[in-house]
């Protein structure tokens, strides 16, 4: 999911159609057991090390990114963290270029690894008014047996946070990769207990959700005029039925699905912004308006879901189709955020017209990249972020600047 607090995170994933994964549908990626073909039409396309896609077409992926291992927390923290007050940098970096266009704050991924590198550190302190956990308040990190659960990275990063006066945005509540063991066991709902019903299976979503978020509520949050309010988010494509790996929710239809976890999120902390996240939505394509028309759905009998958030890993030359991705996600009527930016080879061009998109997109009120520099990056080998190795700005750092 937090994200700001963004709670990331749920992908609804397709239902297989024939023995082959439906346009849209998974294809591959780490602890993948579902099929690995595509209907045709499509090709399977490597969007991150979890996670392939049957992505309309026939071009094979030109990136593979590397694999990474998520931080391990060992100890259980044993009271929230403190209330931050706001976001705060250099009056000539990032954030404050970007919030001098009345925007809420520019962001970047983070976890305990790269805060104690003091390099990374004392950028993150000086160009952005915000981070996001890059993996500590993922379901694995987070409650890795059932009913028990471990907050020691997600504090580390929260107190980080509120001692550095920047802000939060959480990820993620919900996802369908990097979760526990015992979650991905799950095969339907009588397994998971004798006898267990329907009712009984969301409870496991709703405790995880409810556990998770009210531990940061109010905590993790941003400040809008005077006016307090978490965003957390759930990540989630617009298919019809979860599956794989998480095999004991596909009875659960994708709307149901979403307001059992928003409905959770809500009640958690009734003043949060709640945000649905998503990868693909980077060009107004027909997964774009699947997000509008759940998004619409779930809203029609009152407004559950606060904001979307389209992550935004780009291929290099992949940013032309932003501008119109942004446009249409803000015709829901909710606020937009890109989450999770970062683009291969990081050219200028690319960087700036994802920034421009934003800046242009009134409903649109954050950009986090997904990390500081390269070297720390998911993604290393495509060079993909604003500094470089040695934590040096790049031509799209200066660019990036500049266009504000």
């Not at 965003?231 to 599956?243: C, E, G, I, Q, R």
């Not at 998911?378 to 470089?388: E, G, I, K, Q, V």
Request: charged share 15%; with cysteine; aromatic share 8%.
């Amino acid at each position: 999911m937090f994200n700001l607090v963004s709670f990331c995170l749920l992908a609804l994933l397709a239902q297989r159609i024939n023995g082959a994964s439906p346009e849209w549908g998974q294809c591959g990626g780490i602890g993948w057991s579902g099929d690995t073909t595509c209907v045709s039409g499509t090709a399977c396309t490597v969007i991150n090390p979890y996670y392939s896609q049957c992505l309309p077409g026939t071009a094979a992926p030109t990136t593979t990114p590397p694999t990474t291992t998520p931080p391990t927390t060992t100890t259980v923290g044993s009271s929230p963290p403190p209330t931050s007050t706001g976001g705060s940098s250099s009056a000539t970096g990032l954030n404050a270029k970007f919030i001098a266009h009345g925007k809420k704050f520019f962001a970047s991924a983070a976890d305990q690894n790269t805060i104690n590198i003091a390099a990374n550190q004392a950028l993150l302190k000086s160009d952005f008014g915000g981070v996001t956990p890059e993996n500590s308040m993922k379901w694995d990190a987070t409650e890795p047996s059932r009913g028990s659960f471990n907050f020691a990275g997600a504090d580390f990063l929260v107190n980080w946070a509120v001692s550095n006066g920047k802000l939060v945005r959480g990820h993620t509540f919900v996802w369908h990769n990097q979760l526990p063991s015992w979650v991905s066991q799950i095969t339907d709902k009588n397994t998971l207990e004798p006898k267990l019903s329907a009712k009984k299976q969301t409870s496991v979503v709703q405790n995880h959700i409810s556990t998770v978020a009210g531990r940061y509520k109010g905590k993790v949050y941003y400040s809008e005029d005077s006016l307090t309010s978490g965003m957390f988010a759930m990540k989630s494509s617009t298919k019809t039925v979860v599956s794989n790996p998480t095999p004991s929710l596909t009875f659960l239809d994708r709307q149901n699905f979403v307001n059992i976890a928003f409905t959770a999120a809500r009640a958690a902390d009734p003043n949060a912004k709640l945000y649905i996240n998503d990868f693909n939505l980077d060009s107004n394509n027909a997964k774009v308006q699947g997000m509008v028309r759940l998004v619409n759905s779930v809203n029609s009998a009152g407004k559950l879901i606060d904001g979307i958030g389209t992550q935004t890993h780009l291929n290099a030359g992949g940013a032309g189709g932003v501008q119109a991705a942004l446009t249409a996600l803000a015709a829901t009527g909710c606020e937009i955020a890109i989450t999770e930016l970062d683009i291969a080879g990081a050219s200028a061009n690319d960087y700036t017209t994802v920034v421009k998109a934003c800046l242009n997109t009134p409903s649109c009120v954050s950009i986090t990249t997904w990390g500081v520099a390269d070297v720390n990056s998911w993604r290393a080998s495509s060079t993909p972020l604003l500094f470089d190795n040695n934590y040096k700005p790049k031509a799209a750092y200066t660019a990036v600047i500049n266009a504000m």
